[in-house]
């Protein structure tokens, strides 16, 4: 039994039974036995910690036994990962520690001991205990306490019970105070909701199969063969492709789960398909062509029948569709309304009739298949509504009317209680929610972020898929002592959002610190120099801005939590982060003084943002600053505190005394950030807008107080970093757009 009073503990798709040794799938059991079993058993009871190949040795073979033990420990590390589908290259479960060992990287959720496995993740999720403790991110949960036995499970569970009672008061994190008194380990509060990508880019248009277990999708492919309609399992790396027409757009599945219907651009039409959902032949339903009275709405046949629809001139207008609960009718816009088509006879009727110059489209079903949700557009210049009608037909209602423009077809909230849309109301398109009870408070889901559109609402499970764009920023270096100065790419794609990626070398100038969202939140990462061997350091969710320790074998960051903003530190060779600012204020940008015995960083403590710094040691901070501060950075020689002004753009780069004193600006130095300019020895490098719109790399000189030019770069970075000596800079770049889907779990 664990530390936490049950032996059930979930990841992802998986639940495990440490008691009987049983692991499940989706409510299916997979066979998992022996060496394999024994070390998912110890990396889940010390998630998010390094656990060496020398403790698996002593776990899984006796002393006395004599066998080639990096072989087996591979092997058996490979068939955890193959009952996983997990990867040694992009782990989201067991991560490689090379030569050390390895570390469980995914959050768990630790059970009732009465909670059966789940049949399904799609049902409504089984009653678990939900405490503070048993949802953080596994990098924050702290070990189990010395001399602790199972005889004291009966008061662990009680105080545990307690606990719960307690987490539910508090609105803020979990603090672990640590016997030392040494900072604390913090378990930062996680959401409720867990965002995390698809895993596939250039994914458009996600609908939920109806258990909830699996997503389909249009995927856009540059080569023969890629485009089309793909589904992908939640929880698996695999990809089943259905069609292959870059043509294809909007599947929704059949409530049966077994077919999935399309449309599809071709020759300047739009027609509607339905292929099935394991990969047979699609179809192309064509009254000239019936059905066999045999037959049923899902049946395919083994050849490539395709099989045209006699719509009586009623030509699908758009291409978004959904199929009613009860499987009888697919919903289509045409040019004059919204439409019903019968699947299994291809009649056709009208439901809808907008009033002459406006356009009906994107209808989909109510929960119970009794309503229809659809937009009206006016196109002369009123908002769109928002409405909905009976699915029998009969008058329609206004639900709202949208003073932005509405992006995608709207969506029922899994109780069908409320309506979930994209609107560019704010300027770019998000995500937003009406309760049905108060249409006219209109919420955003601001989790989502922006830009956002195609939501789907799964009606199992929990669940919500949407699409967004990113453009992926990586990190590039540039050797100053060139004479070209051309820059080369050190880690590409490192982060789908302008809050990275914070590059920053050690100052042994062997390894590299960034931070990442690829696997769905960020992070900090840990490469060589050179951007190879990258790994995953953090597990904490919204981490940022790494900053080395002078002995380069620690990083201080900054997490949001959801009271307050805090400063941490955590060692490279792994473990759990130690909270530097236990409290509720926002504590950020961190930077560690020249001796390594404080830590600089911007609080708003005092009421408004200053510079403090705390000691490394623990104790409370010291404030720097009075007349404003942000990202403090010490000089060389540890006498003077450089920071800039606030952290709006092109900020005012200041000066103070480490110990206080008079505060006065820094002439010649304004970088476009407060992210981009960095002190070295005998200066600042800083990139600063200028040259119509190219970007100046230049370096201000402490002793000459002058500025000279250093480079030119194609734009302003957000974020520049640079060895101690200033020879070698890095920074970032972004990508090519491309579009996501994102799935949200937990989502009610």
């Excluded at 939900?130 to 199972?150: L, N």
């Excluded at 063969?225 to 929704?252: F, K, R, W, Y």
């Excluded at 669940?463 to 002592?481: F, G, H, K, N, P």
């Excluded at 914070?502 to 960034?514: E, N, R, V």
Aim: hydrophobic fraction near 35%; charge should be neutral; glycine fraction near 8%.
């Amino acid at each position: 039994m664990t530390s936490n009073g049950s032996d059930r503990v979930r990841f992802g798709p998986f639940e495990v039974d440490l008691h009987t040794r049983e692991l499940w799938k989706f409510g299916t059991r997979l066979k998992l036995v022996g060496q394999p079993f024994e070390i998912l058993a110890v990396l889940l009871s010390r998630p998010g910690e390094l656990v060496t190949r020398e403790e698996l040795r002593a776990r899984l073979w006796p002393a006395d036994t004599f066998v080639d033990f990096n072989h087996g420990l591979n092997a058996a590390v490979n068939k955890l990962r193959e009952a996983l589908s997990d990867s040694a290259d992009a782990p989201r479960y067991v991560e490689t520690l090379p030569r050390r060992g390895y570390r469980f990287v995914a959050t768990i959720e630790w059970l009732s001991t009465k909670t059966p496995p789940v049949v399904s993740t799609a049902a409504v999720p089984p009653e678990v205990v939900r405490t503070e403790a048993s949802v953080v991110p596994p990098a924050m949960i702290a070990p189990q306490t010395k001399g602790e036995t199972q005889s004291d499970g009966k008061w662990f569970r009680f105080l545990m019970g307690a606990a719960a009672v307690v987490a539910l008061l508090v609105a803020g994190s979990l603090v672990l105070k640590t016997v030392s008194g040494y900072g604390a380990r913090l378990a930062i509060r996680s959401s409720p909701q867990r965002i995390r990508p698809l895993g596939v880019l250039s994914a458009f248009y996600p609908s939920f199969s109806p258990d909830g277990n699996s997503v389909a999708f249009v995927r856009d492919g540059e080569r023969p063969g890629e485009a089309g309609i793909v589904v992908n399992t939640i929880g698996s790396d695999q990809m089943l492709q259905l069609t292959h027409s870059n043509g294809d757009c909007s599947p929704v599945w059949s409530p049966d789960g077994r077919s999935i219907a399309f449309t599809r651009f071709a020759d300047k039409q739009i027609t509607i398909h339905i292929v099935s959902a394991d990969g047979g032949a699609e179809q192309k339903r064509n009254a000239e062509h019936p059905p066999s009275p045999t037959s049923t709405a899902y049946s395919f046949t083994s050849g490539p029948t395709d099989r045209t629809l006699d719509t009586n001139g009623v030509i699908p207008q758009h291409g978004e569709l959904d199929w009613s609960p009860d499987g009888k009718w697919i919903a289509f816009a045409g040019p004059s309304g919204i439409y019903l088509l019968s699947p299994g006879d291809s009649t056709v009727r009208r439901l809808t009739n907008p009033a002459p110059m406006a356009q009906d489209w994107g209808p989909t079903f109510s929960p119970d298949g009794q309503k229809l949700l659809f937009v009206r557009d006016h196109q002369m210049g009123s908002p769109n509504e928002i409405l909905s009608i009976p699915a029998s037909g009969g008058e329609e209602s206004r639900i709202l009317s949208e003073p932005g423009k509405v992006a995608s077809s709207p969506q029922w909230s899994y109780d069908g209680r409320a309506v979930i849309y994209s609107s560019n109301r704010n300027g770019h398109p998000a995500l937003w929610r009406a309760s049905l009870d108060a249409p006219d408070s209109v919420i955003q889901i601001k989790e989502a972020g922006s830009p956002a559109w195609d939501p789907s609402v799964s009606r199992r499970g929990y669940r919500m898929a949407y699409e967004r764009i990113i453009r992926s920023l990586s990190v590039w270096q540039m050797d100053l002592t060139a004479d070209d100065k051309r820059p080369t790419m050190l880690v590409p794609s490192t982060s789908d959002t302008d809050q990275g990626p914070g590059p920053q070398f050690s100052p042994d100038g062997k390894k590299l610190a960034y931070m990442s969202d690829r696997y769905g939140t960020m992070e900090i990462w840990v490469s060589n120099r050179d951007g190879s061997r990258p790994f995953q350091l953090t597990a904490v969710g919204l981490a940022g801005t790494p900053r080395w320790s002078p002995d380069s074998q620690s990083i201080a960051f900054d997490a949001s939590s959801p009271d307050g903003s805090k400063i941490l530190t955590v060692s490279v060779q792994g473990g759990a982060p130690l909270v530097l600012t236990p409290d509720k204020f926002e504590n950020q940008v961190p930077s560690w003084s020249r001796d390594g015995k404080w830590i600089y960083f911007a609080s708003n403590r005092s009421g408004d943002r200053q510079i403090w710094k705390a000691p490394v040691s623990g104790g409370s901070p010291v404030q720097i600053t009075r007349g404003g501060g942000h990202a403090a950075l010490e000089s060389p020689d540890g006498k003077i505190v450089y920071y800039a002004k606030n952290p709006q753009a092109e900020p005012e780069i200041w000066q103070v005394p480490v110990e206080g004193g008079v505060e006065s600006p820094v002439p010649l130095v304004r970088p476009g950030t407060w992210a981009s300019w960095q002190v070295v020895d005998g200066g600042i490098l800083f990139v600063g807008p200028s040259l119509g719109h190219q970007a100046v790399l230049s370096f201000y000189d402490f002793a000459k107080r002058h500025t000279t030019t250093v480079a030119v770069l194609d734009r302003v970075p957000f974020w520049l970093a640079a060895t101690s000596d200033g020879k070698t800079v890095a920074f970032d770049r972004p990508g090519q757009e491309e579009a996501q889907t994102m799935l949200v779990d937990n989502f009610r």
